[in-house]
């Protein structure tokens, strides 16, 4: 009770700000530039379905940036033909009972209100699309999987199922799938979405500052999970954008680690990746704390390295920059970081991993440092929370419009020498570097933060305390400072 009065009454919050929102013209807007660079066709997206128990529903991006519709089981067809486009929202129906526990779904009215877009019942989609078929026209896809990560294995969602048994009944018929035209008009972000991000971004930055000051050993990750959980909601978010991330001691050098079901012990580090979401758009921040409220030597070292390769990757990051160059330049101050520490043979000593054949084409990832940090160096983030763009591979360059984290990490763990294959190479390698991993075992320290490319360069959204000394310094704060 002690615990739970702490969090109600000594993590105070800044006062919400009025509520913002997607203006409708910008909806409209985003269905013509789609009309525009499809010139004539069939578009057809689904949207979530009604969750199946208690959980809140959330609408899919690509339908949600088309639409800005957010009742479940509805679907979008937009049919364009040189000269104009017209788009129709199917709606599902609601049985009059099961309405007294769900709420009553606006009518059809109410939605071309409130959408600018005509409404049908869900009913009618079947028939609509048949009539379609005969048009000559190419029909465009947008499936319904819930984030672009799942977009690969999408093949049972209600969408691609509808889909499959339409494209049966017409063969011959052209499907395209829309996503990468799409995803072309999400990548750079408005300055309405701009203000969605910011604000999710400041409400994990203020729960983050609250968090360091209630962190003591002893508590348990869920404990921490909870607390963000409920500042998120306190300060006016839809909640956790994604499953936050808490990891202690061993659980830190996991690198999605969200059990958060283990007990925070003395000198151990804590992990914490999370974002709330507003609106719909996903912020996405981690801290590393030190248990105690003060690092040690060994965890200091760690932190210096990550915090470097951070500020390399912040310097290359400008409109016109690379991909390329902006992680070449993180993991440049990886490798100095980790060979200076002994955990690895030298800057660019290379050994024989588990995942070989990735070697091929992505020769990084045979060198040895790549062992400490071999997840991509950031991602966009936007209504999905690995959105576009998507600069942890491929080519490309940044743009001013881009939204997007920079999230270097090292992360030291003796199950990192048990997973080598056994190979001459590998056991000279760890005879060289064990007496490093075991100084440094189970330290997990990652720092990520959330940027804005403007015209003028890089802009900073997520300005928590991430200096060692800041961080040090908001632990030391009393527990009820949140309100000062």
């Known amino acids: 009770?002690?615990?739970?009065?702490?969090?109600?009454?000594?993590?105070?919050?800044?006062?919400?700000?009025?509520?913002?929102?997607?203006?409708?013209?910008?909806?409209?807007?985003?269905?013509?530039?789609?009309?525009?660079?499809?010139?004539?066709?069939?578009?057809?997206?689904?949207?979530?379905?009604?969750?199946?128990?208690?959980?809140?529903?959330?609408?899919?991006?690509?339908?949600?940036?088309?639409?800005?519709?957010?009742?479940?089981?509805?679907?979008?067809?937009?049919?364009v033909r040189p000269g104009g486009s017209r788009a129709t929202l199917f709606t599902s129906e609601r049985d009059p009972r099961r309405a007294l526990y769900d709420g009553f779904p606006p009518d059809s009215a109410a939605v071309a209100r409130q959408t600018g877009i005509a409404a049908r019942r869900i009913g009618a989609l079947p028939a609509h699309l048949d009539s379609l078929a005969g048009t000559?026209?190419?029909?465009?896809?947008?499936?319904?999987?819930?984030?672009?990560?799942?977009?690969?294995?999408?093949?049972?969602?209600?969408?691609?199922?509808?889909?499959?048994?339409?494209?049966?009944?017409?063969?011959?018929?052209?499907?395209?799938?829309?996503?990468?035209?799409?995803?072309?008009?999400?990548?750079?972000?408005?300055?309405?979405?701009?203000?969605?991000?910011?604000?999710?971004?400041?409400?994990?930055?203020?729960?983050?500052?609250e968090v360091m000051r209630m962190l003591r050993p002893g508590m348990w990750e869920y404990e921490v999970e909870a607390m963000f959980q409920s500042a998120f909601r306190r300060g006016g978010g839809d909640g956790p954008a994604f499953v936050s991330i808490i990891g202690s001691g061993p659980n830190s050098t996991q690198y999605h680690y969200n059990a958060n079901d283990r007990r925070i012990g003395k000198g151990e580090v804590v992990v914490m990746d999370v974002g709330a979401g507003y609106g719909g758009y996903a912020a996405d921040v981690t801290r590393?704390?030190?248990?105690?409220?003060?690092?040690?030597?060994?965890?200091?070292?760690?932190?210096?390295?990550?915090?470097?390769?951070?500020?390399?990757?912040?310097?290359?990051?400008?409109?016109?920059?690379?991909?390329?160059?902006?992680?070449?330049?993180?993991?440049?101050?990886?490798?100095?970081?980790?060979?200076?520490?002994?955990?690895?043979?030298?800057?660019?000593?290379?050994?024989?991993?588990?995942?070989?054949?990735?070697?091929?084409?992505?020769?990084?990832?045979?060198?040895?440092?790549?062992?400490?940090?071999?997840?991509?160096?950031?991602?966009?983030?936007?209504?999905?929370?690995?959105?576009?763009?998507?600069?942890?591979?491929?080519?490309?360059?940044?743009?001013?419009?881009?939204v997007f984290t920079i999230e270097p990490g090292i992360y030291v763990s003796r199950k990192l020498l048990e997973i080598l294959p056994d190979t001459p190479k590998n056991r000279a390698m760890i005879a060289k570097v064990r007496p490093a991993v075991e100084r440094y075992h189970d330290i997990g320290v990652r720092i990520e933060d959330d940027y804005l490319i403007t015209d003028r360069g890089i802009d900073w959204l997520s300005r928590a305390p991430r200096e060692m000394a800041e961080i040090e310094a908001e632990m030391a704060r009393p527990r009820d400072a949140a309100s000062r």
Not at 21 to 39: H, K, M, N, Q, V
Not at 43 to 56: L, N
Request: with cysteine; net charge neutral; hydrophobic share 45%.
């Open 288 to 402: 590393t704390l030190p248990a105690n409220g003060r690092f040690s030597a060994e965890q200091r070292a760690i932190y210096r390295i990550v915090r470097e390769a951070q500020a390399a990757a912040e310097k290359v990051a400008r409109p016109g920059a690379p991909f390329e160059a902006w992680r070449e330049a993180a993991r440049e101050a990886v490798a100095r970081g980790v060979a200076r520490l002994g955990l690895t043979e030298s800057v660019d000593a290379t050994f024989d991993p588990p995942w070989a054949e990735q070697c091929q084409t992505n020769p990084v990832a045979c060198t040895q440092a790549f062992l400490y940090m071999a997840h991509g160096l950031g991602h966009g983030i936007g209504l999905e929370v690995h959105d576009r763009p998507h600069p942890w591979y491929g080519a490309g360059t940044f743009q001013a419009g881009d």
């Open 1 to 79: 009770m002690r615990l739970l009065r702490s969090l109600v009454l000594g993590l105070a919050f800044p006062a919400t700000l009025a509520s913002q929102t997607i203006p409708g013209p910008e909806y409209a807007a985003r269905r013509d530039s789609l009309a525009a660079r499809i010139d004539s066709g069939v578009v057809v997206a689904f949207g979530g379905r009604a969750p199946v128990g208690p959980d809140r529903f959330l609408q899919l991006p690509a339908f949600r940036y088309l639409t800005g519709f957010l009742e479940p089981d509805a679907a979008f067809v937009m049919v």
């Open 136 to 209: 000559g026209l190419p029909f465009y896809t947008l499936r319904d999987f819930a984030n672009a990560d799942a977009a690969q294995t999408d093949s049972l969602t209600r969408g691609a199922s509808f889909m499959h048994r339409f494209a049966d009944r017409h063969p011959g018929l052209t499907i395209r799938d829309a996503h990468p035209t799409l995803d072309s008009l999400r990548t750079r972000k408005s300055p309405a979405e701009q203000a969605m991000l910011r604000r999710a971004i400041d409400l994990t930055v203020e729960a983050l500052r």
